[in-house]
Each structure stands twice: as structure tokens, then as C-alpha cells.
């Protein structure tokens, strides 16, 4: 037993030193149709991050309310959420700054379910073709989306 852990972890490590792409392999980062390019680090090697951008797309919708529209879920635009593919805010209001859908319910914890059934409806409607994945998660959530790719 020990022996086969030993030669699957072998054969683990060989496959991930063969499939990583060289430096050579760049592949431009994309977001929303528009070049974004690359970062201004000197040394640092985003190379497999932005094939897994293009290649990987992930649809992440963020639960909101109005009274946090300011307060928590503009950090999750400016931070976390500018590496999905397509970001979502999921709200009983509208908001331009956001883009946040206005869902047809309204906020309270006895209407939690209602609002996230009614946030499933719209992406199932709208934008099922946008992703491979969906992600959902709340205005106070933060994930490292690369890593989920």
C-alpha cells in the first residue's frame, strides 16, 4: 500500500510538471471582450492564471441588499469579483454603480429563499450561457477565484 502512494505521488507531481505551459505560452488576459494585459509585476508569471481565465469561466453571482449596496458589496467589485468572468449583484434594488439586478422581492430574512430561487430564475434565464460555472456567495464573502478554477 504505501508503495502505490509512493508511485501515485510520483505520477502526480510528473503530470503537473508536464501540463504547466512554458512562459512562451502566453496567452493575452481577457475580461468582458476588452484586453485588459498584464500586470506591471516584473517577475511574476500569470501566464496559467490567464489561460484558466479563458479557458475556465466562472459566473459569480453576489447576494446583496440596497443597505449594503455601499457598504459591502462594492468591495467585492473592486476586489475578489474582478477575476469571474461575469459578476452579478443579486438586490431588491437596482444600482448602476453595481449593475445589481433588481430581483422581484423584497429583503428580510423570511424572504432568503424566495430571493435566492428568484436569483436562480434569472441566471437560468439570462445568462446560462455565460459560464461553465456559477458561483454564489454574499456580500461579505471573499474568495480567491483562481483557486476555484
Given at each position: 500500500?504505501?508503495?502505490?502512494?509512493?508511485?501515485?505521488?510520483?505520477?502526480?507531481?510528473?503530470?503537473?510538471?508536464s501540463s504547466m505551459?512554458?512562459?512562451?505560452?502566453?496567452?493575452?488576459?481577457?475580461?468582458?471582450?476588452?484586453?485588459?494585459?498584464?500586470?506591471?509585476?516584473?517577475?511574476?508569471?500569470?501566464?496559467?492564471?490567464?489561460?484558466?481565465?479563458?479557458?475556465?469561466?466562472?459566473?459569480?453571482?453576489?447576494?446583496?441588499?440596497?443597505?449594503?449596496?455601499?457598504?459591502?458589496?462594492?468591495?467585492?467589485?473592486?476586489?475578489?469579483?474582478?477575476?469571474?468572468?461575469?459578476?452579478?449583484?443579486?438586490?431588491?434594488?437596482?444600482?448602476?454603480?453595481?449593475?445589481?439586478?433588481?430581483?422581484?422581492?423584497?429583503?428580510?430574512?423570511?424572504?432568503?429563499?424566495?430571493?435566492?430561487?428568484?436569483?436562480?430564475?434569472?441566471?437560468?434565464?439570462?445568462?446560462?450561457?455565460?459560464?461553465?460555472?456559477?458561483?454564489?456567495?454574499?456580500?461579505?464573502?471573499?474568495?480567491?477565484?483562481?483557486?476555484?478554477?
Open positions: 500500500m504505501i508503495v502505490g502512494f509512493i508511485v501515485g505521488f510520483f505520477l502526480a507531481v510528473l503530470f503537473i510538471h505551459p512554458e512562459r512562451d505560452d502566453f496567452v493575452p488576459y481577457y475580461r468582458y471582450g476588452q484586453h485588459v494585459g498584464t500586470h506591471d509585476h516584473v517577475n511574476e508569471n500569470t501566464s496559467i492564471a490567464e489561460k484558466l481565465y479563458s479557458e475556465v469561466r466562472i459566473l459569480c453571482w453576489i447576494m446583496t441588499s440596497p443597505a449594503n449596496h455601499q457598504k459591502k458589496a462594492r468591495h467585492v467589485k473592486r476586489t475578489w469579483g474582478k477575476r469571474c468572468n461575469k459578476l452579478i449583484f443579486m438586490s431588491s434594488a437596482k444600482d448602476e454603480e453595481l449593475d445589481a439586478v433588481a430581483l422581484p422581492i423584497s429583503e428580510g430574512d423570511d424572504n432568503l429563499w424566495g430571493k435566492t430561487e428568484e436569483a436562480f430564475k434569472y441566471v437560468s434565464d439570462h445568462r446560462m450561457n455565460y459560464a461553465n460555472w456559477f458561483l454564489t456567495a454574499q456580500n461579505d464573502t471573499y474568495m480567491i477565484v483562481k483557486n476555484l478554477r
